[in-house]
């Protein structure tokens, strides 16, 4: 698959609910990414920041693996098929390697124009 041959509309995104509190698991589409780099990088930062967010200071990788599954959100790339970006292969990476605020950054990204940082959550 190739950025030239974007959908109408641009590539799309979805946010899976991993808790179950969303029909279907699907909690959010986002649209208007124009190329697939960008709607890859979107969800990875996306994944990552989810990860973060199920981190309490202390964990191990496993305990946020664990929390994660139980509490955050995972994301995919619609119709992108094997050139979308996965999350599976790099969770325990996630779990085990605390994230630099870049890499959390998924507003950067976001199609709909809020780019700004959120404040520590500490």
């Known amino acids: ?4 041959f974007a959908p109408q509309g641009g590539w799309r995104v ?3 609910d991993l808790s179950g509190g969303a029909d279907d698991g699907i909690s959010e589409e986002i649209g208007g990414f124009p190329t697939l780099m960008q709607a890859n990088e979107f969800i990875r930062r996306y ?3 989810s990860i ?3 981190r309490p200071r ?3 990788g496993r305990e946020v693996i664990d929390a994660w599954f139980a509490f955050g959100e ?3 790339v619609i ?4 050139d979308g970006w996965k999350s599976g292969p790099h969770i325990a990476v996630f779990a085990d390697q605390p994230a630099d605020r870049h890499d959390r950054n998924w ?3 976001d199609p709909r124009g809020d780019d700004s940082e959120p404040e520590d959550e500490e």
Do not use: P, Q
């Open 1 to 4: 698959m190739s950025d030239l």
């Open 14 to 16: 979805r946010i899976k």
């Open 47 to 49: 994944v990552r920041d």
């Open 52 to 54: 973060e967010i199920c």
């Open 58 to 60: 202390g964990m191990t």
């Open 74 to 76: 995972d994301a995919e």
């Open 79 to 82: 119709d992108a098929g094997d």
């Open 107 to 109: 507003r950067a990204l």
